[in-house]
């Protein structure tokens, strides 16, 4: 899959503001960002829903503009809406979509019976969808999907809503997906879904702001991350500046990376000059690269503080 | 494309089936109009000489083919946003099989929904022979398919479910009374006779009417032409809508949000 100088604009507002990416065959990619920061648009340009405003994009080969029909034939798609039909069963929403897609009845009956026996939902499949748990219902759309046996897979926020377990089996299913040789592209504001992928775009109004696999994202931050809560933040804060520690966030916590953590915490709690309440330190997360990239938090739409973070440095304490 | 028209129309009719009890339900306006307007006018009105309910039957008949295959193309606007039909969309079918499967499921939906208020014409004072009833269902199938190509030509153009109501009364309402379901147009105001010429409803009700009664406001042939001729260009004229789909579409679309 080639993005180069993808923008999409509606009216005046610049959804995506020029996206360059490559992902590899059989590769699973997350796309990773805040809500409105444009993962929908792109993600609805690549799989055929809508068409750029400049910029091409190109999926196994085909454009997704030109040859969209090409695209679509080779592709599976997982709404973050339902697309099946409630009060049907399982079993004849899968071979209703087969039919959809030209395969004889017979086929379409084979193809639906391996599906639900490979997502274990032989059972499930002959009760209407709408009597199924969330789970089972999405793992369903998944099927779905799967219908034509297709080479590509987007995922659209495919497991918002449902509890760990159910995400840990959904994405189990994925995995051996792409183990059998599919592209699997997804969108999520879960940072520990984007955490299957091989590699992970972070995007951010309308920008993607790094590419890289999950664990070279963590190590740009290098060694580890600290959390502190104390009686004075300001006091704490500014204490901790003066020592040559960038921090970040803001409100009630005060966070900052440095690269060994452990080595420098007994002396700087007991120099700190304000009470420390809390002490946390942890390997960086998706969310702290995140944050570190673009000051901003995944989940929410909080202004840019105002004394945004740099890049990280290796401060010396 | 067959094949695809063909599982369009089974999977609506099969929905259809779970919903049967609407087609009871879809029976209660029609009826309305039969037996309760129908016996009330008709202590004043001699129209169709055997009773007001025998005069209006056509036209009752051409109002539930009118409501119901609107109201089918109506869904297609929920189903596009969370639903089947949204992986429909994004499938490799050729547009015009997806307008004409929606186009036949409507018509078939409409047909059965008139089809079972033709038992109660006894009741209202019409002597069915077989040649009558030939007559009515040809016309009856001719209609269902007009008023479901007007369906989805225009009402799947929505984005909205709510306009439902808004395009029964400004739209479908206007349609009902100009066709001359409820009264001759022979005697009806200049405006109104000229008006008719523009509505296919009237055509539809002319040519039931003239089953049951045995007289026609339009030459049959005409009706027929001209209602043959709207298949062809309001089908035509669906298979745009969903083309129109195809860029920036309600598709995926609607959860779009940007706020930054």
Known sequence: ?317 | MIRAICAIVYLDLKRAWLDRARLIAGLAQPLLYLFVLGAGIGGISRLGGGGYSRYIFPGVLGLSLLFSATFAAIVIVFDRQIGFFKAVLVAPIPRAAIAFGKITSGALQAFVQALIILPFAPLAGVSLDFGTVLELIGTMLLSAFVFSAMGVAVAARFTSTTVFPVVSNAVLLPMFFLSGALYPLGNAPHWIQVATYFDPVAYAVDLMRGAVLGRYFFPPGFSVAVLVLLIGALAWAAVGVFKRGEDDSSLGATQFRWRR
């Open chain 1, 1 to 317: 899959m080639e993005v180069s100088g993808l923008v999409k604009r509606y009216g005046a507002v610049e959804a995506l503001r020029g996206i360059d990416l490559t992902v590899q065959r059989g590769e699973i990619f997350a796309l990773l960002g805040p809500n409105g920061a444009g993962k929908t648009t792109l993600f609805s340009i690549l799989a055929t829903l809508r068409a750029p405003t400049a910029g091409t994009a190109r999926v196994l080969g085909y454009d997704v503009v030109s040859e969209r029909n090409a695209v679509r034939r080779a592709m599976g798609i997982v709404f973050q809406e339902p697309a099946i039909e409630r009060r049907l069963s399982g079993r004849d929403n899968l071979l209703l979509m087969g039919l959809f897609f030209g395969l004889p009845v017979s086929t379409a009956r084979r193809r639906a019976a391996e599906l639900l026996e490979s997502l274990g939902l032989s059972e499930a499949g002959d009760r209407p969808a709408e009597k199924l748990s969330g789970g089972q219902r999405r793992k369903l759309e998944l099927a779905r999907s799967l219908v034509t046996d297709p080479a590509i897979l987007f995922l659209d926020e495919a497991t918002l809503g449902l509890d760990v377990d159910a995400r840990r089996v959904f994405w189990s299913h994925i995995r051996s997906l792409a183990e059998s040789g599919r592209t699997v592209f997804f969108t999520t504001h879960y940072m520990e879904e984007a955490e299957v992928a091989d590699r992970i775009a972070l995007i951010d109004a309308g920008r993607i702001v790094a590419v890289d696999t999950p664990r070279a994202l963590k190590a740009r931050l290098g060694g580890g991350v600290v959390r502190l809560q104390t009686a004075d933040d300001a006091e704490a804060r500014a204490w901790l500046g003066r020592r040559g520690l960038t921090c970040e966030g803001k409100g009630a916590e005060i966070m900052f990376t440095h690269p060994d953590p452990a080595a420098i915490l007994p002396e700087l709690l007991r120099d700190l000059p304000v009470k420390v309440e809390r002490v946390e330190v942890h390997a960086p997360s998706l969310e702290d690269v995140f944050l570190g990239l673009t000051g901003r938090g995944l989940a929410g739409n909080e202004p840019v503080p105002s004394e945004r973070a740099g890049p990280p440095q290796g401060a010396q304490p």
